[in-house]
């Protein structure tokens, strides 16, 4: 889990920071309105934000990616051991969809 964690932040982060160099290179935060009214944050502020907000959008795409590239197995496995499952479980009975047989 935390190696998928680290496959979404890390590129996200590698991308927003040219984002944030490429956009607040054309656009001055204090010449930037939101409703009609100027914005209430200092240039440093907007940096900030921006920053977080490119690596937000970043984090999203890759985190589609991962769960894109993901199998159905990985997606439909149940984590509980056959006897562990509640009753009625359609896979109550099926020793395959375990952590078990993961390991195999």
Sequence with gaps: MMQRIIWI?????LVAIPAVGVVFSMVDPEDMHVFGSP????RF????VGFFFFWFMGACCSALTCLLQSSPYELNRCTLEPEDRPMGCPKQGC????????AG
């Design 45 to 48: 502020g907007a940096y900030t």
């Design 95 to 102: 020793p395959s969809h375990g952590p078990a047989a993961d």
């Design 39 to 42: 914005l209430e944050i200092s």
């Design 9 to 13: 932040l890390w590129p996200a982060f």
